[in-house]
């Protein structure tokens, strides 16, 4: 929000995207905090994603087809991938 303690809802629909663009160097960003929360209607999919145009590192967010929360990211080093099976989301 404008003093960053109002929450902004916003509904998204397919191929709808927000995006946030860091202002500044790559270091001006290292400590950027940013507080997300989903609610969806489709049981899988696309829910979040990060990526520096500088260097190439990213993260996505996303609920996988078997309904996990499924992380994958590199952030310098290699690509990982964590699915989180504690919690179903379909």
């Given at each position: 929000g404008p003093i960053c303690a109002d929450e902004i809802g916003v509904n998204l629909r397919p191929n709808s995207i927000v995006k946030y663009d860091f202002l500044g160097s790559w270091r001006s960003t290292i400590a950027e905090k940013i507080r997300v929360g989903f609610t969806t209607t489709n049981p899988?999919?696309?829910?979040?994603?990060?990526?520096?145009?500088?260097?190439?590192?990213?993260?996505?967010?996303?609920?996988?087809?078997?309904?996990?929360?499924?992380?994958?990211?590199?952030?310098?080093?290699e690509r990982q991938e964590i699915i989180f099976q504690g919690k179903h989301f379909a």
């Open positions: 899988k999919g696309f829910l979040l994603g990060f990526y520096s145009n500088i260097s190439g590192e990213y993260l996505t967010l996303m609920v996988s087809n078997s309904g996990h929360l499924r992380v994958v990211f590199d952030f310098g080093f």
